[in-house]
């Protein structure tokens, strides 16, 4: 009896160790796979135009022909410092392209995130950059105007310009400098309803292709004033009666001072007028009249002269 006794307390001793070590065995792997999940979440965000900044001697060198803006992807397991480095107020980091140890001309630099939360990884697209690095060189050059298309398209021809300064100091490379073939000042479309342009406009260096060369920023600025002779032609002048007739007065002839004026403006405005109508006012005029009437015309054109002289002689009913 004592024998079965001890023999199941045993076997009830080795019961309860196996349940135990079943029991601390599954709330150890069911922590485990919570640790893992949590690892594993990982957050991301992209991140367009951001600016990249060069690392180089300004004093001495000048720099061109790279891609100022680039894409950034961030991850992170934490969605806070993510927030924080995305959101543009409160980022801590900035991109740079290192030109301290690259040799003059044109080469690839590597970006680099700098100032990066170390809870945050980077992933820089384009991951290289292309860039010219020059000797820096401040030359002086005379400056020419250029004018938009639209001018000679529309029949105007040049009276004067003047520009203020005429000539401008450029800074750029040494190599850039040498492909300098004009500096030029050009003036932006206008409504060419005016004879005068003034526009302050930033000059750029052209090579001898006529391409835009890359000048130090910003760009001096010069004040371009042009005075234009715009296109003219005579069109005749047709008086036409408006109103209403006096009493017995059949109709009006009209003696006009001038039978043809000289119209002004924009080729395309110009082109499409063949005549000019000047309406008169006959209401209640029962006898030779002169009046001073002045020309219609919209803000496209101008006419010259602007007002005529009218005498309206009317003409009376015959009695039966």
């Known amino acids: 009896m004592r024998k079965s006794t001890q023999s199941n307390l045993f076997y009830g001793f080795i019961s309860l160790m196996f349940a135990l070590l079943l029991f601390f065995n599954a709330n150890s792997h069911g922590s485990i796979e919570r640790t893992v999940s949590t690892q594993d979440k990982i957050y991301d965000e992209t991140l367009n135009n951001i600016p990249v900044q060069i690392v180089y001697n300004q004093d001495k060198y000048f720099v061109s022909g790279y891609e100022k803006l680039v894409s950034v992807r961030l991850k992170s397991a934490n969605r806070i410092q993510l927030n924080s480095e995305a959101n543009e107020d409160t980022r801590s980091?900035?991109?740079?392209?290192?030109?301290?140890?690259?040799?003059?001309?044109?080469?690839?630099v590597q970006l680099q995130a700098q100032g990066l939360s170390s809870a945050v990884t980077a992933e820089i697209q384009p991951k290289m950059l292309t860039v010219?690095?020059?000797?820096?060189?401040?030359?002086?050059?005379?400056?020419?105007?250029?004018?938009?298309?639209?001018?000679k398209k529309e029949g105007y021809t040049i009276d004067d310009i003047s520009l203020n300064p005429e000539s401008v100091k450029i800074t750029t490379g040494t190599e850039t400098a040498k492909t300098i073939n004009r500096v030029i000042a050009p003036i932006a479309s206008t409504n060419q309803s005016t004879d005068r342009i003034k526009q302050v406009v930033n000059v750029q260096a052209l090579d001898s292709k006529g391409q835009v060369l890359p000048i130090e920023a910003p760009p001096p600025k010069v004040e371009a004033t042009i005075k234009l002779l715009p296109k003219t032609k005579e069109v005749p002048l047709i008086a036409t009666a408006n109103g209403t007739a006096a009493k017995n007065v059949s109709y009006y002839n009209f003696n006009l001072s001038k039978l043809n004026v000289a119209i002004s403006?924009?080729?395309?405005?110009?082109?499409?007028?063949?005549?000019?109508?000047?309406?008169?006012?006959?209401?209640d005029i029962k006898k030779t009249?002169?009046?001073?009437?002045?020309?219609?015309?919209?803000?496209?054109?101008?006419v010259d002269p602007k007002r005529v002289e009218v005498t309206i002689l009317p003409v009376f009913k015959k009695n039966d």
């Open 289 to 302: 009249t002169k009046k001073s009437i002045e020309i219609p015309v919209d803000n496209n054109y101008t």
């Open 132 to 151: 010219t690095l020059e000797k820096k060189i401040t030359r002086e050059y005379k400056v020419e105007t250029k004018l938009p298309d639209l001018v």
């Open 265 to 283: 403006g924009p080729g395309s405005v110009i082109d499409s007028i063949n005549q000019l109508e000047l309406p008169i006012n006959i209401s």
């Open 93 to 108: 980091f900035k991109i740079i392209a290192d030109l301290t140890n690259t040799r003059l001309g044109t080469s690839e």
